[in-house]
């Protein structure tokens, strides 16, 4: 029997989101019913100034429900908006619609992960940079499109690409970040710290309630002290509970003035615990006027060694003693269906109170008491069948506390819950209602949707078969639809029936869901409502060890499991440097926050707003007359109707249609991998991405590298020279019997080491012993001084005390090999020797390349000086084609440190200086120009930033005067650096060298500025030759051909020609008999192309 009316209108609805995003697959699905011809669906999107054709189908069946996938190339266009037209045509019957929707390009999800989140000196950071799009598929973008802070040709493979880059040895302490630009031009920033440090060797803990309440009397404390591989700390524990007071008085009545604290001490259990119950009527929690926290900062000392740490914690005091609240409740009830509500009650802190009454209270209706469950929960269910009201209100109770005020205490507060429901309109009283989950769905299930209806006659008309739609979308995007049929010759028009929705990935993190359907009477009966779900990814990932513990040097195998042909990332890092310095786990929660629409909301999107359709469409606000009587229209604001259902989702529709007008192959790969040489505990966890499931990510896994023997060193990052410091070794035992052992320090020419105690040949140690040796060590030699201790399990027979000594089968011996950084104090001048320089530019240096490729280091004077060669060097070989691979690198290596140490001297202005703003120098005029070139210079070769080069630049051209000359600035330690730069003019023709060299252009108002000065100063015959030099090479550069003559031919004038030239002019630096020859040959060599002015330069 068909379940058509005989009558029966046609009707059609065109739903899609109404924020559409580019390089997306979207869904637009199509509802047609009652038809009684064929016709053309037709809908196209007016986009970048085209009709792109979304769906054009010729429909033969008389019912249709289908769901059509689309996607749009990336926009040009600056508006968003754009408009969408739906058109159905046949013989009898024609409708078209036209509405705007949003259209964004897609941004691609970009996150940094660094190897550890915190370096020393000299370290090298590893970094990952991972795309994917909003499916968390990998994205490759071009790799023009990703310029990365220092890579500006990074090519993704699988949405993935892992680089690093050196730190030098004296860097910039303090944080840096790794910044990756999208192809939208937007950046991403991932954070790191570089610190001198010393990891820590435990962990101290405070774990104290996070919220106390007013009325509490008493709270618990308590400190404890673990080793990183697990083992509890022993030493003496110190700890103060204060509450500050809000406005603290002066420092003139000290410590008592700022706070109200109690203390205490003593000595940790053998768990490496100590708790204290402390009593709160000290700290008045009642009175105002203080903090409302409880700050306690504990402090353990360990035995032996004296290595203390401190933890610190605090409560928060609230005058909340519990707090009602509703959820997951709609904001408007349905005449006719059951209203369900749930109200959680809890405490101060948060947590849930199980088996407590609560009273809930209906405007206009009794008082019903519920008793909350286990999490403390509470559901209710409303009758609304009898309800009349426009809006209702329902207010949830616990207890109630008389109020009383007094501006000196506070008073305890039972906060209420309130919940304001809006009726909701059908003009048949027919509604549609999904019941709401208060849980989270779990992913890789099923979960029963159950939805009450309730039909009227007014709305179904003659109707035995109803055809519901349902549509579930996430992240913004339709995901599913499907039907459901209610046969009403069996099932009643009031009551309910299931929906089955799969719980997967897709889904996540929010799924909305759509219950409609369309009745004869022209009217949309619909609800929605959404669903949390568990943050999840359809790329299962899991990653394991095959042992939870390993021997250090050890192997064990890394096992990880993922979709097949997914690319895997691995993560480990020493739980002691998250301990130095934690940060923001990978996580499910953290990819998931990338998303730019998690659920849509509201048809507002940043300035753009989707208008509705033509108010002519609408029945107009007038007043009407009636047997004489004026009617004048009320709108009922508390009311609401289908239109807020369906209003996320852009819905084109017609009643009544209108007559024409005219990883890998396998998926579970493993690796063997070594086990650090450390005693510690790892943290690992993996992700991987697949082109055909996406991104995956492992749950953090953890490995304890112990062994039950074994020695520990206690020594400081740094120390000078000369300086004397205690080097501590710690010998534990965990071993389940005693045994006897001796403890050595490896002698080294290195430094001078005497045991601070009778040294003796061997010690005992039992069960959970442990024993400290120390030495009083003064280095002799600056840097990395290697120090190695070594203890050994004698087989000995002589007993510790009354227990038998006993040797253990492995793991008898332990050597610990640390490195400690001996500095210097001071700077120490560096010595200048003095050499010939043949006519061949490079000469025999040539047979000696190594020798001047050198890392940069010292001052800012001893760096620069370092630095430039390299520059030199690379340029030459280049162009001479004899640059091997392994020379470039090195030389870049020196050139990327050089360049990192040198900003540790750059001043805020923008200038340099030999020790950088530390110190109160003044910027130096001749030190911020060579690095102005040598920064230029060094550009083809390795990153420079930019913003280096233009603020020197700008901090010059404040210097100059209005002669278009350079006032000096700054001193310099070594002034032979500068060789004959020793006076304005001489100083300007270097400066201008540098900003012709980076390069300027002539025209440009400092450099034509300074070539004023020059040539003003240019025929003085009291310039000195190293002055005329460099002007003469200043004016080749600037293409100023009559001025450089006329300097290179009085060069040659003064030259003594002795069958070479050389200048006997008296040298303000013993470099300038070195730099004039170079000076001119530039001259000289800019204008010929083999230069024949040859020169030895003697000193």
Same mark, same amino acid.
């Given at each position: ?46 986009? #970048? ?79 990952? *940079? ?18 990365? @802070? ?11 690409? #892992?680089? /690093? ?7 910039? #302490? ?46 618990? %404390? ?19 509970? $204060? ?19 109690? =203390? ?24 105002? +006027?203080?903090?409302?926290? &409880? ?10 060694? +004296? ?53 809930? /209270? ?58 304001? &429901? ?12 999904? =019941? ?22 007014? !709305? ?17 995007? *339709? ?35 759509? %219950? ?53 990332? %691995? ?7 998250? &301990? ?22 509201? @048809? ?5 707003t989707v208008s509705e359709e033509p108010l002519e469409n609408c029945i107009p606000l007038k007043k009407i007359v009636v047997d004489g009587i004026t009617y004048s229209p009320v709108v009922e604001v508390n009311e609401e109707d289908t239109y807020s259902i369906l209003k996320l989702i852009s819905f084109i529709s017609s009643h009544s249609a209108i007559q024409p007008q005219g990883l890998y192959a396998t998926a579970r790969p493993w690796a063997n991998v070594t086990i650090p040489d450390t005693i510690t505990e790892w943290k690992a966890n993996a992700f991987c991405t697949s082109a055909d499931t996406g991104f995956g990510l492992s749950p953090t896994v953890s490995l304890r590298a112990f062994q039950p023997f074994f020695v520990e060193l206690t020594l400081p990052y740094s120390v000078v020279r000369g300086e004397s410091f205690t080097l501590k070794a710690t010998v534990f035992n965990y071993l389940a019997a005693c045994i006897r052992v001796s403890v050595t320090l490896a002698q080294s020419t290195h430094f001078l080491a005497t045991p601070v105690e009778k040294e003796e040949e061997s010690h005992c140690l039992c069960e959970n012993g ?38 253990? =089968? ?14 210097? $104090? ?6 200048? !020797? ?27 004077? #001893? ?17 001479? =084609? ?9 030389? *870049? ?40 070139? /040598? ?33 000096? /600035? ?22 201008? *060298? ?39 090479? !200043? ?59 040859? $020169?030895?330069?003697?000193?």
């Amino acid at each position: 029997r068909s379940f058509l009316p005989s009558k029966a209108r046609q009707q059609y609805m065109v739903l899609l989101p109404f924020l559409i995003h580019t390089d997306s697959p979207e869904k637009v699905c199509v509802q047609l019913t009652h038809l009684n011809e064929s016709v053309t669906l037709s809908a196209t999107l007016e986009y #970048q100034g085209e009709n792109r054709s979304l769906i054009d189908d010729v429909v033969s069946e008389k019912d249709v429900f289908t769901c059509i996938p689309f996607s749009l190339p990336k926009s040009n266009s600056t508006s968003p908006v754009t408009f969408i037209t739906v058109m159905v045509k046949g013989v009898t019957l024609q409708f078209r619609s036209r509405k705007s929707v949003l259209v964004k390009n897609s941004e691609s999800l970009v996150f940094v992960q660094t190897d550890k989140p915190i370096y020393k000196p000299g370290q090298t950071v590893l970094f990952r *940079i991972v795309s994917l799009d909003k499916d968390f598929r990998p994205l490759n973008e071009d790799p023009k499109r990703n310029r990365l @802070y220092q890579w500006t040709k990074a090519e993704l493979k699988r949405g993935l690409i #892992q680089l /690093s880059f050196s730190l030098t040895s004296e860097p910039m #302490q303090g944080t840096y970040a790794v910044v990756a630009q999208k192809a939208s031009g937007k950046t991403v920033w991932h954070r790191f710290s570089v610190e001198e440090y010393v990891l820590p060797k435990f962990e101290v803990t405070v774990k104290m309630p996070k919220v106390i309440t007013i009325l509490d009397k008493k709270l618990t %404390v308590t400190v404890c002290g673990l080793y990183t591989f697990g083992k509890p700390v022993p030493g003496l524990v110190s700890f103060r509970v $204060c509450r500050k007071f809000e406005h603290a008085a002066t420092t003139c009545y000290g410590e008592e003035a700022r706070a109200v604290c109690d =203390e205490f001490s003593g000595q940790v259990n053998n768990y490496g615990c100590i708790s204290e119950t402390v009593k709160t009527k000290l700290f008045q929690l009642k009175r105002s +006027g203080y903090e409302n926290k &409880l700050h306690v900062e504990a402090k353990i000392k360990e035995e032996e060694t +004296g290595v203390e740490l401190t933890g610190t914690s605090f409560s928060e005091i609230t005058t909340t003693i519990s707090k009602i609240t509703f959820e997951q409740s709609d904001s408007h009830y349905k005449p006719g269906i059951p209203f369900f509500g749930q109200v959680k009650l809890v405490d101060g802190s948060g947590a849930p109170i199980a088996n407590e009454v609560v009273r809930i /209270s209906f405007q206009g209706g009794q008082t019903t008491n519920y008793t909350t469950d286990e999490e403390g929960r509470a559901r209710f269910a409303l009758n609304t069948s009898t309800m009349y009201f426009d809006s209702v209100a329902i207010r949830a109770t616990h207890k109630v506390y008389p109020y009383c005020y007094d501006r000196s205490w506070v008073v305890p507060y039972y906060e209420e819950g309130y919940l304001h &429901l809006k009726r909701f309109y059908s003009p048949s009283k027919s509604f549609l209602k999904i =019941e709401p989950k208060a849980e989270t769905l779990t992913c890789g299930s099923s979960t029963e949707v159950r939805v009450h209806y309730i039909f009227t006659p007014e !709305a179904i008309g003659e109707q035995k078969k109803i055809v519901l739609y349902y549509l579930v979308m996430a992240k913004g995007i *339709i995901k599913q639809a499907g039907t459901h049929i209610l046969d009403l010759d069996q099932e009643s028009a009031n009551g309910v029936f299931l929906l089955q929705l799969p719980v997967q990935a897709d889904i996540a993190p929010v799924a909305q869901v759509l %219950v409609y359907t369309t009745a004869p009477s022209r009217e949309v009966i619909a609800d929605t409502t959404k669903f949390n779900v568990e943050k999840c990814f359809k790329n299962k990932v899991a990653l394991n060890f095959s042992a939870s513990e390993g021997l250090p040097s050890s192997d064990v195998h890394l096992l990880f499991r993922a979709s097949p042909n997914s690319l895997c990332a %691995v993560r480990a890092v020493d739980k002691s440097v998250l &301990l130095m310095k934690s940060e923001a786990d990978l996580s499910p929660s953290s990819v998931y926050s990338l998303l730019p629409v998690k659920e849509l909301r509201d @048809y507002n999107y940043g300035p753009d707003t989707v208008s509705e359709e033509p108010l002519e469409n609408c029945i107009p606000l007038k007043k009407i007359v009636v047997d004489g009587i004026t009617y004048s229209p009320v709108v009922e604001v508390n009311e609401e109707d289908t239109y807020s259902i369906l209003k996320l989702i852009s819905f084109i529709s017609s009643h009544s249609a209108i007559q024409p007008q005219g990883l890998y192959a396998t998926a579970r790969p493993w690796a063997n991998v070594t086990i650090p040489d450390t005693i510690t505990e790892w943290k690992a966890n993996a992700f991987c991405t697949s082109a055909d499931t996406g991104f995956g990510l492992s749950p953090t896994v953890s490995l304890r590298a112990f062994q039950p023997f074994f020695v520990e060193l206690t020594l400081p990052y740094s120390v000078v020279r000369g300086e004397s410091f205690t080097l501590k070794a710690t010998v534990f035992n965990y071993l389940a019997a005693c045994i006897r052992v001796s403890v050595t320090l490896a002698q080294s020419t290195h430094f001078l080491a005497t045991p601070v105690e009778k040294e003796e040949e061997s010690h005992c140690l039992c069960e959970n012993g442990r024993k400290t040796v120390a030495w009083l060590v003064t280095p002799k030699s600056l840097g990395q001084v290697e120090f190695s201790v070594s203890t050994e399990a004698l087989q000995n027979q002589q007993p510790c005390g009354n227990a038998i000594v006993e040797t253990p =089968e492995k793991g008898r011996k332990d050597t610990v090999i640390r490195q400690l950084l001996v500095e210097v $104090c001071g700077l120490h001048f560096l010595g200048l !020797a003095y050499f010939s320089v043949q006519g061949d530019i490079m000469g025999t240096a040539m047979q000696n390349l190594h020798q001047l490729l050198q890392m940069p280091f010292g001052c800012g004077e #001893q760096n620069m000086v370092l630095f430039a060669p390299n520059i030199y060097v690379l340029d030459y070989l280049n162009k001479t =084609e004899q640059l091997s691979e392994e020379v470039k690198s090195k030389a *870049i290596g020196y050139l990327v440190s050089g360049y990192q140490r040198q900003l540790n001297y750059k001043h805020p202005d923008g200038s340099y200086s030999t020790f950088g703003p530390r110190y109160g120098q003044l910027g130096n005029t001749w030190l911020t120009a060579f690095v102005l070139k /040598s920064f230029a210079q060094a550009r083809p070769h390795i990153f420079i930033d930019e913003k280096h080069i233009q603020d020197a630049l700008a901090w010059l051209s404040y210097k100059q005067k209005e002669n278009g000359c350079f006032r000096s /600035s700054g001193t310099l330690l070594n002034n032979a650096m500068k060789g004959g730069v020793d006076n304005e003019i001489s100083l300007t023709a270097y400066i201008t *060298i540098a900003l012709l060299e980076i390069p300027l252009p002539v025209t440009h108002s400092v450099v034509r500025n300074a070539l004023f000065c020059l040539e003003t100063a240019a025929d003085k015959k009291e310039n000195h030759v190293y002055t005329k030099a460099l002007m003469a090479y !200043a004016f080749a550069l600037a293409g100023k051909e009559e001025k450089r003559k006329a300097l290179l031919g009085s060069l040659e004038k003064e030259a003594v020609k002795k069958g070479e030239c050389s200048w006997k002019h008296q040298a303000p630096s013993p470099l300038v008999p070195l730099l004039l020859p170079h000076q001119a040959l530039l001259s000289k060599g800019l204008a010929m192309a083999t230069p024949s002015f040859q $020169c030895t330069c003697s000193a």
